[in-house]
């Protein structure tokens, strides 16, 4: 095989990893990667474009002229706005699903619709476009219960009402003061399940699927899971509440149901399922698909994989998953966040971030940069989440250790991490 050019789109902690894995690849000529962030470039063949990942036009005709071989695109707006459509009618071969394949991502009416049509375990629910009925059914449902933007919300979509008077503010919020925006105009009033949280992601060209090593996610911002949901602050692999039975009900009950109904309804996939699951007292349900990598989990999954991500990623493209085999080290992987305060509310931007050179030699340790910028030749804080601290170790207590002593060295006003990433799954083993 020919060396590779990839494109990689997106610019936080997730596409830092992506990169930083391709890299690694023999099979890999050069990355571009767009918009990019101010990591330090992993490996002389990574060139960042400043091509936003908004602008499709822009990013087949730069794949067109550079002869892109594998274009990957991380987050999911660019997905759901179509921009594996814009590339895929160049002819490129892209890793992420086309518009269709997003909806599972971009609507939760789609993927709930979805979900029962299939038979894949999910949470009951109605789905309402008027505040009205929507509101009558509201007040008829046992409570607690749970109200779903449907569109796109950053994760922030998705309301916990414990009485009717909440579910009326959740509802006027959604659907009247449109807090979400468009992402309001259609409503889930969910069942409101219980259970421990895990993430299951896997890869699919649409015909097989291959499930990633296990990761935890670690969503509030304080210890001991207090506090507003953020986008994720820190995660581990693997997780040993994804037991070796369970993975076998996830595969049988949400993949391969979800692979066939996507041949049913004729919608290609080639990309990441992510699937949000709830374990349930009932058995294993789907809160939602993502369409994409998770973000900090593939902080801690691809440091993990031994494969060679490039050609795993072409594989799929070219439908010949079926054929590869994903090899993971036994080590265990551990990612802290390292947020700027205030975050996931208002948060200050432009604290000069000092250590990370210390953070990056400590034994095991890698550091992804999620929301940095660069000003007077110094990196500072830009992003709500502004690094993803990793460490490998033999065993999951030595990785944490050295996850928590790599971010220990770096430095920023305000630093703000949760003390108890994979504290839980330490206790428990
Ligand atoms: P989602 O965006 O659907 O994953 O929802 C975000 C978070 O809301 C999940 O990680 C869960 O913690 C919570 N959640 C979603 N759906 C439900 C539900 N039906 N019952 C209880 N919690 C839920
Ligand atoms: N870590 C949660 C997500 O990527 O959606």
Not at 13 to 38: C, D, M, T, Y
Not at 235 to 261: C, D, I, N
Not at 341 to 364: E, V
């Amino acid at each position: 095989m020919a060396r590779m050019n990839v494109l990689v789109v997106g610019g936080g902690g997730r596409e830092h990893a992506l990169v930083w894995k391709l890299a690694q690849s023999p099979k890999v000529r050069a990355i571009f990667w767009s918009p990019g962030n101010p990591a330090a470039p992993c490996d002389s063949k990574v060139e960042k474009l400043s091509l936003p990942a908004e602008d499709s036009d822009g990013l087949a005709r730069f794949a067109e002229a550079r002869k892109v071989d594998l274009a990957v695109i991380g987050p999911e707006a660019p997905l759901v706005a179509g921009l594996a459509n814009a590339l895929r009618a160049k002819g490129l071969k892209v890793f992420g699903p086309e518009r269709d394949g997003a909806r599972l991502e971009g609507s939760k009416v789609f993927s709930k619709r979805f979900f029962l049509r299939h038979g894949i375990p999910t949470g009951r629910a109605e789905m309402f476009s008027d505040f009205a009925s929507a509101l009558a059914f509201a007040r008829r449902h046992p409570k607690p219960l749970v109200v779903k933007a449907d569109g796109l919300a950053a994760g922030k979509g998705v309301l916990l009402c414990r009485d009717d008077a909440e579910a009326e503010r959740a509802l006027g919020q959604v659907m009247r003061e449109k807090a979400f925006g468009d992402a309001g105009r259609e409503v889930l009033v969910e069942e409101c399940l219980t259970g421990p949280e895990v993430s299951v992601m896997a890869i699919t060209d649409g015909l097989d699927f291959r499930v990633l090593a296990s990761a935890q996610d670690h969503k509030r911002v304080f210890d001991r899971d207090e506090g507003p949901n953020t986008g994720g602050m820190g995660a581990y692999s693997p997780a040993p509440v994804f037991t070796p039975e369970l993975e076998a009900r996830v595969r049988t009950e949400v993949f391969e149901r979800t692979l066939v109904g996507l041949k049913v309804e004729k919608i290609p996939f080639c990309g990441v399922l992510y699937a949000g699951m709830m374990l349930t007292p009932n058995g294993p349900k789907i809160l939602e698909y993502n369409c994409r990598f998770g973000d900090p989990e593939t902080q801690v999954v691809l440091p993990r994989l031994k494969s060679d991500l490039a050609e795993v990623l072409l594989a799929a493209c070219e439908g010949r998953l079926g054929n590869v085999a994903l090899e993971w080290t036994f080590e265990a992987a551990v990612c802290v966040v390292l947020a700027a305060g205030g975050y996931p509310g208002a948060f200050l931007k432009g604290d000069p971030i000092s250590g990370l050179d210390a953070a990056a030699a400590k034994p095991g340790a890698c550091v992804f940069h999620a929301g940095t910028a660069i000003r007077d030749s110094r990196t500072v804080t830009h992003g709500g989440r502004v690094l993803g601290v990793t460490a490998l170790g033999p065993t999951l207590r030595e990785a944490t250790a050295r996850a928590y002593a790599a971010a220990d060295a770096i430095a920023f006003d305000k630093k703000h991490c949760r003390r108890d990433i994979a504290a839980r799954a330490l206790a428990a083993g």
